[in-house]
């Protein structure tokens, strides 16, 4: 049991922290896909949904191996969720179509976990892949999981998915001071996209975001330059 999944255990009602362990050790020892499914389909009915309560040790715990990333808002069967997908990923040899079906079969909740909880599991080109195509997901809450004050984009993603993700974040008028190491990528392709986005909105008189003109403002004399 790694320390994430000993952090989640603690945290598990008496009652169901067997059950709990029990899961993880068949997933971290040449589990077959039907566990994987059903270990996964059975943590709401096992270990309820009450909040994940985080000591300030443990925060900086996670931050440390994550980039900066910590859970915020979740729920324990969330991170029950992650720590059994965690201990299948580390433990053993497996199919991908085993997790690609799992993520076509995962309700919006799980996608939301697993997206966010990204950071924690192994780093792998399959998981850029997904969270790149969940981008272009039309589920609004999915998106941001994967947009939003999550450090994988931004050193995992491509410049043009990267670029693709912002300007959606801008079209959905979603808070741009969330998205992780923005500033730090902005690059004069995205600055050209942003800029059209705006003269685009202009032209059809419609408001702009004041967080996207207030990201700009400092891009002011290019944005001048593009529209020549």
């Known amino acids: 049991m790694d320390w994430f999944a000993q952090m989640v255990h603690a945290q598990c009602p008496q009652e169901t922290q067997a059950w709990f362990t029990t899961q993880l050790e068949q997933l971290s020892h040449?589990?077959?896909e039907p566990v994987l499914y059903h270990a996964i389909s059975l943590v709401g009915r096992n270990v309820g949904k009450q909040l994940l309560h985080l000591?300030?040790?443990?925060?900086?715990?996670?931050?440390?191996?994550t980039n900066g990333w910590v859970p915020t808002d979740w729920r324990l069967l969330d991170a029950a969720r992650l720590a059994l997908l965690k201990a299948f990923l580390q433990g053993q040899t497996y199919q991908l179509n085993w997790l690609e079906?799992?993520?076509a079969t995962a309700d919006t909740a799980e996608l939301i976990c697993f997206y966010q909880g990204l950071p924690l599991l192994p780093q792998t080109d399959f998981w850029t892949q997904q969270a790149t195509q969940a981008c272009r997901s039309n589920m609004s809450t999915v998106f941001a999981a994967v947009a939003l004050h999550n450090p994988y984009p931004v050193t995992h993603f491509s410049d043009i998915a990267w670029q693709q993700m912002v300007l959606k974040s801008a079209h959905m008028t979603l808070p741009l001071s969330a998205i992780n190491g923005l500033e730090a990528r902005v690059d004069e392709t995205l600055l050209r996209l942003l800029w059209a986005y705006v003269r685009e909105r202009h032209s059809a008189k419609r408001a702009v975001s004041p967080e996207l003109q207030a990201?700009?403002?400092p891009y002011q004399t290019r944005g001048k330059h593009e529209n020549h």
Do not use: V
């Not at 000591?55 to 191996?65: E, L, N, P």
């Open 101 to 103: 079906t799992l993520l």
């Open 30 to 32: 040449a589990a077959t």
């Open 215 to 217: 990201f700009l403002t």
């Open 55 to 65: 000591s300030a040790q443990q925060q900086h715990c996670i931050a440390t191996h």
